[in-house]
């Protein structure tokens, strides 16, 4: 269940974290001693390492049971719960369940059970209700982002599970919007609320792009190559506008990923991946991205169609500007588009010539074969050091899954290492390598 369990200092190390902001500090002394805590504070703030630090350190290395379930709205934040999770090595384990992926493969990774369970209301009833895991000892619930839980139709399965949950010593909510009601079933008493909702984001500039055409594309364009080669986001209402500016992208010869919800999930998965290692520099999204993805520090984030409500224009400029980082949002505006009052802009951005070429400098290598073939991180640049002539400044980001792996390399290389190394052995597992 446990081993060589870390204390927080060691934790906040592997996390490259020198000191907690003021939220994570209150939030760390609240949870500690309060048995239900309800924590407000707007995207990029820390929240996930603010309610982890304190849950973690109340799990038991004597329980071999599930001892912390924390819920998500989405497969995306569940899987990036888990990674921070891994990041922190504490000792204890860690699994993700949710919809769109084999029942049977959770049971696999079930079989050893862990003490932390991340997982989506559908996918974690369906577990109780298969009796996969045991609750007698979950002492402890996490309902991340739980008014978006509730938006999307996640109360009958909550208040199910809640219903299941019948030992629990400790509730804590998190969110980054205020005035949501907690309904009933829930079983909030004598709450402490940790509201920092009114913090601004002092590292961010929200700037206007004038467009003199209805459609925006061509000053979309012109606006990217005019940031750079810079990570960052552009903003759609509706996934079929998302296609209708990808395409213009494509034409103009500018890679990037599209994430919405109408996606198949390992494409969704595989868009983030390519994302986070710097395969592509830009991401075309619907809201479904403003809150709970792990991706990169962003430079930027551009409001290719402007929000429709407040809520939505805070929790997209959430994305840039994190924690102590800069950033800036674009406000992409046709001349007779009208404005909403709530986007207030601190100046127009002129376009001018010598703009940047945007020119991804990656590619990504799928691997088949992951945790399960008992593969490492260091067993992955081993193979690509040795056999696949990689130097140590050219390997990227490797992310290790439990069935596969995908590794960022030079774009240049990319077709060159994998008629190198496709085929051969890694560890005891011969693996299939391409590009993807």
Known sequence: MANSIKSQKDILSKLNIQTL????????????????????SPTGTGKTVAFLLPTINDLSIDCDNV??????????????????????????KANVVYGGRPFAKDKIELNHTPAILIGTPGRVGDHLRRETFLVEDIK????????????IGFEKEMSEILANLT??????????????????FVGLKNEIIIDYLDTQISNLEIKKVVSPDKNKLQTLVDLLCHIGNKPGIIFCNFK???????EFLDENNIAHGCFYGGMEQIERERALIKFRNGTHQIMIATDLAARGLDVPELNYIIHYQLPLKA?????????????NAEGTAYVLQWTDEYLPEFIKTSQIVKLNDGFTKITPQWATIFISGGRKDKISKGDIAG????????????????????????VAVPKTKAETIVGKINNTRLKKKKVRVRII
């Open 383 to 406: 193979l690509f050091f040795k056999q696949g002539s990689l130097e140590k400044n050219e390997l990227g980001i490797i992310e290790l899954k439990h069935d596969c792996a995908f």
């Open 311 to 323: 809520e939505e224009f805070t929790h997209r400029n959430g994305r840039t500007a994190r924690m």
């Open 21 to 40: 902001n003021p939220m994570q500090e209150e939030a760390l002394l609240t949870i500690s001693s309060a048995a239900n805590t309800v924590l407000l």
């Open 67 to 92: 001892q912390l379930l924390i819920l998500v709205p989405s497969r995306e934040l569940a899987i990036q719960i888990e990674q921070v999770i891994r990041q922190m090595a504490s000792g204890f």
């Open 140 to 151: 402890t619930l996490v309902l991340d982002e739980f008014d978006k839980s509730l938006e």
């Open 240 to 246: 079929d506008t998302i296609r209708f500016v990808s």
């Open 167 to 184: 030992h629990l010593e400790k509730r804590i909510l998190t969110s980054a919007t205020q005035d949501i009601e907690i309904p009933d």
